[in-house]
C-alpha cells in the first residue's frame, strides 16, 4: 500500500546493457562468484551485503567494469546516490562500447536528476539520446527527464514561499505515517499507518482530532474498519460519515466504502466491479458531496502506467463505471495520489510524467468545463525527492502531505500554500444539526445544495440517523439555496451569496423543522424580485419548484403566500407591492398545476417585520414572502 513499494523504485530502463552483459569483462573467477553472489543479495533488498561483495570482486580485478556498474545502481536502490555518481562514472571510464556507455548515460543521468544536479542530468540525457535512435519507450522516458532537468535549471532556486513543518511527535509517532486526509471542518486529521518498516508490516487507518488548535495522539478508525488485512490510503466526505479506503489482500489492492451512524462505522463493502478491476486500485479521493470519485488504478485502457480514473454516483447511488481521467491529467508514465478539493474545481495530483524537479512533483489543475493544464506547484513544495498524498483545507490557505524521512521512514507535514497558488473558487462551510423545532429529537433529513444562478443541483446529503449532524461546502462564486426537507415537516430554506467575495468563516447553522400543522410557518428565502418590481427573477425558480414538489407530496393542506416589505417609502405603496408580489408566486405556483382552491394570497406591506428596520440587513430580511399552512 507504501507508495515506496509500488512507485519508488528506479525505473530500470538501461541495465540489460553493462549489467547483463552475457560476456564479463574479467577473467578473475573469484570476482565472477563474488558478482553472481553479490546480485542474489541485491534482488532481495539486502544492499549491505551486495555491495561489500561488490567492492570485494573490484579488488580482485580494478577493471572489472559491470561490478563498478552492478555497484552504482546497488547504490542508487539503497539511497546513496551520492556513491552511486561515483561508482557509475568509474565503470564508464572503463568501456568504449556504444551500448554500454547508452546504459551508463541513462542510469548516470537518472541519478543526477533525482539527486538535483541538473546540468550534469542533461548532459548524460543528452548524450544518451544522441546513440538511442530506435527503443522508443526509452527514448520518451529520456525526453520527459530532459524536460525536467531543464525544468530544475530554471526553477531550483526558486522560493515561492513555503511554510513546511511536520506535525508534532504526538502525530508522527510511528515509523511509518502517510496519505493524510481532512475532513472539511478541519477537525479530524485521517491517515494511514505502518507499524514498522518492513514492506510486508500491517497497515491500519488512524484519526488525530483537533483540540483547542492542537492535534490528539492519533486512535485507530474502528475495528470495523482496521482489519489482519491492509487497510490504508483513504479519503472522507466533507461531512466525514462516509469513507473510501483501499485493502490490500492476498487478491491485491480494491477500493471499500463505509458511512458512519452515530459514532459507530458500518461493516465495509467493496465499490464493486464498476470501480475496482482485476488490476490496482487505491488511492481515492471523494467529493465534498460524496457522489465523485478519484482514484489510482494500473488497468487496461489508461493512458500510462498509473493513471487518475474517475465514477460518479447515478440517480440511485451506485457507483458507475469508471472513466480515465484523460489527457492533460494522465502521461504516458505515472499519475498517483489525486485530491478532489471540496470545491470540486481543483484536482491536486502527483505526476512523474510533467516537467517539474524530478521523480514525483505536486500539481494542480483547475476545471472549467474540462480539466486544464496541470502547474507544477513549485519550490521547495517540490524538489529532487518524491512528493505525494497532498490535500487542501476548506480555505485553500494550508496543506497536509506525507514525505519520506530515508528508507521505510515517513513524516506527515503541514505547509501554507502560496497566495498565488491558492484557489480561486473558495467554499465555505455549513454545519448544524436538524431536529424537530417542538422536541428538540434529531432528524435524518435531506439537505439539498442549489447553484441559483444555473438552477443545477450541486450537492445532496441526509443529516446523521442518530445525532441529526450534517455539514456541508457551499462552493464559491455564485448564489446558492440550501433546502431542507423530511416527510411530514414544513421545509427550511436558507441562502447564501458568495459570488462577490468568499466567505472563509466556517458558519453553524441549527435547524429546526416545523411539522406540517395549521399556522407554521416557512420564510421563502430563496425568493426574488427586482427593486421596485413584482416580476419574479430567475434564480427564484430553484426554490419555487421545490415549493411546488412540497405540495404535490402534500396534496391535502392549503397554505397562504403573503408578500411583506420594510417601511422604507409610502406604506399604501407598499402594501399594493406586497400584494403584486404575492400574486406573482401564486400564478408560478398555478401555472405548475397547482389547483387555485389550495392557495391564499394576501399582502401586508410593512405591518409585519420579522426584525427592526434599523440596518439594509435588517431591512433586506423583511422583504420576504412567506408560506403558511391554513
Known amino acids: ?94 568501456t568504449s562500447y556504444p551500448i554500454k556507455q547508452k546504459t551508463y548515460f541513462g542510469s548516470l543521468a537518472d541519478n543526477y536528476l533525482r539527486s538535483g544536479q541538473y546540468e550534469k542530468a542533461k548532459v548524460n540525457l543528452e548524450k544518451f539520446l544522441a546513440i538511442e535512435k530506435t527503443d522508443k519507450a526509452k527514448i520518451d522516458q529520456v525526453t520527459v527527464w530532459k524536460s525536467q532537468a531543464e525544468f530544475g535549471l530554471v526553477h531550483q532556486n526558486e522560493n515561492l514561499g513555503y511554510q513546511i513543518k511536520p506535525l508534532s511527535d504526538t502525530v508522527n509517532k510511528y515509523p511509518m505515517q502517510y496519505f493524510p486526509a481532512i475532513t472539511a471542518d478541519g477537525q479530524d486529521l485521517i491517515f494511514t499507518v505502518r507499524y514498522g518498516r518492513a514492506h ?8 488525530s482530532r483537533k483540540d483547542n488548535g492542537k492535534w490528539l495522539a492519533p486512535v485507530s478508525l474502528s475495528n470495523s474498519i482496521n482489519t489482519e488485512y491492509r487497510e490504508g490510503a483513504c479519503s472522507i466526505s466533507a461531512d466525514g ?88 491529467i494522465n502521461t504516458k508514465f505515472d499519475e ?92 465555505n462551510v455549513v454545519s448544524g444539526v436538524v431536529s424537530d423545532s417542538q422536541t428538540k429529537k434529531p432528524l435524518q433529513a435531506e439537505v439539498e445544495l442549489f447553484d441559483l444562478k444555473t438552477n443545477e443541483r450541486i450537492s445532496v446529503l441526509v443529516s446523521d440517523s442518530v445525532n441529526g449532524r450534517y455539514l456541508i461546502v457551499v462552493p464559491g462564486k455564485s448564489e446558492y439555496g440550501l433546502h431542507v426537507s423530511e416527510p411530514g415537516y414544513l421545509f427550511y430554506s436558507l441562502h447564501f451569496n458568495y459570488e462577490e467575495k468568499d466567505q472563509d468563516q466556517p458558519l453553524v447553522i441549527d435547524i429546526g423543522l416545523q411539522q406540517i400543522k395549521k399556522n407554521a410557518v416557512a420564510v421563502l428565502n430563496n425568493i426574488f424580485f427586482e427593486f421596485n418590481k413584482f416580476e419574479i427573477n430567475s434564480k ?91
Open 241 to 328: 460519515r462516509h469513507l473510501i479506503f483501499t485493502i490490500c489482500g492476498p487478491r491485491g489492492c480494491d477500493l471499500y466504502e463505509t458511512k458512519k451512524e452515530g459514532e459507530v462505522w458500518r461493516r465495509p463493502i467493496s465499490l464493486g466491479p464498476n470501480v475496482n478491476s482485476n488490476g490496482w486500485e487505491a488511492q481515492p479521493s471523494l467529493s465534498a458531496d460524496g457522489n465523485e470519485l478519484y482514484f489510482v488504478s494500473d488497468r487496461k485502457g489508461g493512458v500510462g502506467g498509473y493513471d487518475i480514473w474517475y465514477s460518479k454516483k447515478d440517480s440511485l447511488g451506485r457507483w458507475t463505471r469508471a472513466v480515465n481521467a484523460g489527457k492533460p
Open 336 to 427: 498517483i495520489a489525486p485530491y478532489v478539493h471540496v470545491n470540486n474545481r481543483n484536482l491536486y495530483f502527483a505526476s512523474n510524467g510533467l516537467p517539474g524537479f524530478g521523480g514525483f512533483d505536486i500539481y494542480v489543475s483547475e476545471k472549467n468545463q474540462q480539466w486544464q493544464e496541470p502547474k507544477n506547484m513549485g519550490a521547495p513544495l517540490n524538489d529532487f525527492e518524491d512528493q505525494y498524498s497532498f490535500v487542501v483545507t476548506s480555505d485553500g490557505a494550508n496543506a497536509f502531505y506525507s514525505r519520506e524521512e530515508g528508507r521505510m521512514k515517513s513524516k506527515i507535514y503541514r505547509t501554507n500554500i502560496p497566495k498565488e497558488l491558492q484557489i480561486r473558487s473558495r467554499g
Open 1 to 94: 500500500m507504501h507508495l515506496s513499494k509500488f512507485f519508488l523504485f528506479c525505473l530500470f530502463l538501461f541495465v540489460e546493457g553493462a549489467a547483463t552483459a552475457q560476456t564479463l569483462s574479467t577473467k578473475n573467477q573469484k570476482a565472477i562468484d563474488m558478482y553472481n553472489e553479490a546480485d542474489n543479495f541485491r534482488v532481495r533488498g539486502q544492499f549491505d551485503q551486495a555491495i561489500k561483495l561488490l567492492k570485494l570482486a573490484i579488488e580482485k580485478d580494478k577493471k572489472f567494469e559491470e561490478a563498478y556498474y552492478r555497484l552504482g545502481i546497488t547504490y542508487r536502490s539503497s539511497g546513496d546516490r551520492n556513491s552511486a555518481s561515483e561508482y557509475l562514472e568509474r565503470g564508464l571510464i572503463l
Open 200 to 207: 510486508d508490516d500491517n497497515e491500519d487507518i488512524f484519526v
Open 540 to 630: 427564484s425558480f430553484t426554490e419555487l419548484d421545490e415549493v411546488v414538489k412540497f405540495l404535490k407530496d402534500n396534496p391535502t393542506i392549503r397554505v397562504e403566500i403573503s408578500g411583506h416589505t420594510d417601511n422604507v417609502g409610502d406604506e399604501n405603496y407598499n402594501l399594493r407591492l406586497s400584494q403584486k408580489r404575492a400574486q406573482s408566486v401564486v400564478d408560478y405556483f398555478y401555472l405548475k398545476g397547482i389547483a387555485p382552491a389550495r392557495l391564499i394570497q394576501i399582502g401586508f406591506g410593512s405591518k409585519k417585520p420579522i426584525k427592526s428596520n434599523d440596518t439594509e440587513e435588517n431591512r433586506q430580511a423583511n422583504r420576504r414572502i412567506e408560506f403558511k399552512v391554513q
